[in-house]
């Protein structure tokens, strides 16, 4: 499988989290962008960890001190799958997502973008300019003992904002 940007990633989170699915959220903390950072389960299962040993996700080692619990298995499951191969790892020239990123928001930075649009960005989103305040890419995450009803449609906003991200790449990507 070629793994491009994080496509098969996204589409493999989406399996492990269907609509409907009901979620448990660890909380981490708080990135810089005022994002939660969190473990996410399923009937206890962490999905983290399952991205983690399939080689879809990597594992961001400046998290790792806000889940004692996981941390070292975390770090086994990234192991295992860089020495299989598998997803991410099988690639030659891999960028990890965090270098990634750095380049995108220096070559997006690089380029004139009009003072009326750079005020309309969401400063949470580095990589794109998605408007500010949108409401389907604002989920609140709540406490673990909130609705169920709740947690299910913030997981669809969830879903809907990695479907934006993926597509607005994927355009990117084309019109260069």
């Known amino acids: ?75 086994q499951g990234e192991n295992t799958a860089k020495q299989q191969r598998l997803a991410f790892w099988s690639q030659a020239n891999r960028v990890m997502p965090w270098d990634f990123r750095h380049r995108a928001t220096q070559k997006t930075t690089s380029q004139a973008i009009q003072p009326q649009q750079q005020n309309n960005c969401d400063p949470s989103y580095p990589d794109f300019c998605i408007p500010k305040n949108s409401p389907d890419l604002n989920p609140t995450f709540r406490t673990p003992n909130c609705h169920k009803g709740k947690l299910r449609r913030e997981k669809s906003q969830v879903r809907n904002k990695i479907d934006i991200i993926s597509q607005k790449r994927d355009l990117s990507n084309h019109e260069s």
Request: with cysteine; proline share 3%.
């Open 1 to 75: 499988m070629i793994y491009h940007r994080g496509i098969a990633s996204s589409t493999r989170l989406k399996q492990l989290l269907p609509v409907g699915q009901g979620i448990t959220l660890r909380a981490i903390e708080t990135d810089k962008y005022k994002r939660l950072v969190a473990e996410v389960f399923v009937e206890n299962l962490s999905v983290n960890l399952n991205m983690v040993q399939e080689g879809q996700a990597v594992v961001y080692r400046q998290y790792l001190k806000g889940c004692p619990q996981s941390k070292d298995s975390l770090l």
